[in-house]
């Protein structure tokens, strides 16, 4: 079985500072793909950044990046540039053995709560 | 604009009182799951489906349905709700298949916030 694992529970981070947040994995599957996700106070749960097993670069959708360490099974997520609208749940999560249907399921972290200082 | 859609948003209920929750998606997409979401406890997958007519339960299933008679759609629904249902409840969907790790993004409803008493 899949696990996530984000160790950081919350932390605090100065308005246009950048912030890193943590997320190892655990999974035995050679093809996989790890999410980030975040949840503002309000409650929705929006898609931020993908990354593909087999993806060689690092993926980046605009001040997001994901340092993305595959030996060590590690799935760091940075903003840049922190925004007041960045403060919000952070969750990491993995989609393992896309060849089962049971495989799409997504399995996440604990998640990082983030606020963002003005 | 490509969503997901779920209905109520809030809902209070009784114990033991039928109810449903609508999900609905505009992206063609095959994959579609419900997760609840509790304090301590994280995102749990209650039921998926592959495709029209294909659902499968997930992690949480007891005292759940589901149904997927339309590819756009994905009721879930308690037949006989109990207080330990009370969470908050999140449709999500992806292009889904058996290869091609993009399609296995998923996006999330708004969620619905149950409380039942």
């Known amino acids: 079985a899949q696990k996530i694992t984000q160790t950081q529970p919350g932390m605090f981070v100065q308005e246009k500072e950048a912030v890193t947040l943590d997320c190892t994995y655990d999974?035995?599957?050679?093809?996989?793909?790890l999410f980030w996700y975040k949840q503002p106070s309000s409650g929705e749960m929006i898609f931020l950044i993908y990354?593909?097993?087999?993806?060689?670069q690092n993926a980046t959708e605009g001040r997001y990046s994901l340092n993305f360490q595959k030996a060590r099974k590690s799935a760091n997520l940075v903003i840049s540039a922190s925004q007041l609208g960045d403060s919000a749940m952070y969750f990491c999560?993995?989609?393992?053995?896309?060849?089962?249907?049971?495989?799409?399921?997504?399995?996440f972290g604990g998640g990082t709560r983030v606020l963002v200082k003005p | 604009e490509a969503q997901v859609t779920q209905n109520p948003r809030y809902l209070i209920t009784v114990t033991g009182k039928k109810l449903t929750v609508t999900c609905s998606q505009n992206?063609?997409?095959?994959?579609m799951s419900w997760y609840r979401q509790d304090p301590g406890l994280g995102l749990r997958q209650i039921y998926y489906?592959?495709?029209?007519?294909?659902?499968d339960k997930g992690d949480v299933p007891e005292g759940y349905k589901v149904s997927r008679k339309e590819k756009r759609n994905f009721p879930l629904i308690l037949e006989s709700p109990s207080p330990n249902q009370t969470s908050l409840y999140f449709c999500?969907?992806?292009?889904?298949?058996?290869?091609?790790?993009?399609?296995?993004?998923?996006?999330f409803g708004p969620g619905t916030r149950l409380t039942v008493l």
């Open positions: 999974t035995s599957d050679q093809s996989y793909g």
């Open positions: 992206m063609n997409h095959e994959y």
């Open positions: 999500a969907s992806s292009l889904g298949g058996l290869a091609g790790e993009e399609r296995h993004t998923q996006y």
């Open positions: 999560a993995i989609v393992t053995d896309f060849r089962k249907a049971a495989g799409n399921k997504l399995t």
């Open positions: 990354q593909g097993s087999y993806d060689e």
């Open positions: 489906s592959m495709n029209v007519e294909v659902t």
